[in-house]
T-cell receptor, first 114, second 114 residues
């Protein structure tokens, strides 16, 4: 099983450039999430989605946009890259089994903005 | 949202039990305690979760105090591969429990020493 797949793994952007971080899951999970992790810090939730067509802001949404047109895909868009967005980005997905949910994470995209 | 407090770092000798504490004094009655770990910048990995009873699986045990204000993750026989950042998370439910957001703190860096 592929699980959660993130592309690209690494990227260098210039200030002001735009890009889309791709995230796909093949587990038919309803819930998907984007996190960022700055060096030496914990993960911060950027956006999340409870299903196709539904998204909501997390802790640090400024400078990002998301869409969820299908269950499988949850791309994260950076419109005007800034050095403060240099980080490792993790996508995750989960489903709910009764009261329990287990999130599965991708391997991350390491983004540097120069 | 219920917050968690963890020590920033701990050491453990290889083969010994590692006991990682977590305080969550503002937890509410229907919130679960989850533990994840992150090995060297990989995506976080689910370990275990619980509500009020002690739980055990193939990876670890979770002990939750009777008042639910704190918990301890126990790795019974720590190995070098258990060196990681361990996150204690109280699961936040929004939309009547649908979103299953996971809000990460800074975690505990467990260093298993040979």
């Amino acid at each position: 099983n592929a699980g959660v797949t993130q592309t690209p793994k690494f990227r260098i952007l210039k200030i002001g450039q735009s890009m889309t971080l791709q995230c796909a899951q093949d587990m038919n999970h309803n819930y998907m999430y984007w996190y960022r992790q700055d060096p030496g810090m914990g993960l911060k939730l950027i956006y999340y989605s409870v299903g196709a067509g539904i998204t909501d802001k997390g802790e640090v949404p400024n400078g990002y946009n998301v869409s969820r047109s299908t269950t499988e895909d949850f791309p994260l868009r950076l419109e005007l890259a800034a050095p403060s967005q240099t980080s490792v980005y993790f996508c995750a997905s989960s489903t709910r089994q009764g009261a329990h949910t287990e999130a599965f994470f991708g391997q991350g995209t390491r983004l540097t903005v120069v | 949202d219920a917050k968690t407090t963890q020590p920033p770092s701990m050491d453990c000798a290889e083969g010994r039990a590692a006991n990682l504490p977590c305080n969550h004094s503002t937890i509410s009655g229907n919130e679960y305690v989850y533990w994840y770990r992150q090995i060297h910048s990989q995506g976080p990995q689910y370990i275990i979760h619980g509500l009020k009873n002690n739980e055990t699986n193939e990876m670890a045990s979770l002990i939750i105090t009777e008042d639910r204000k704190s918990s301890t993750l126990i790795l019974p026989h720590a190995t070098l591969r258990d060196t990681a950042v361990y996150y204690c998370i109280v699961r936040v439910d929004v939309y009547g429990g649908a979103t299953n957001k996971l809000i990460f703190g800074t975690g505990t860096l467990l260093a298993v020493q040979p």
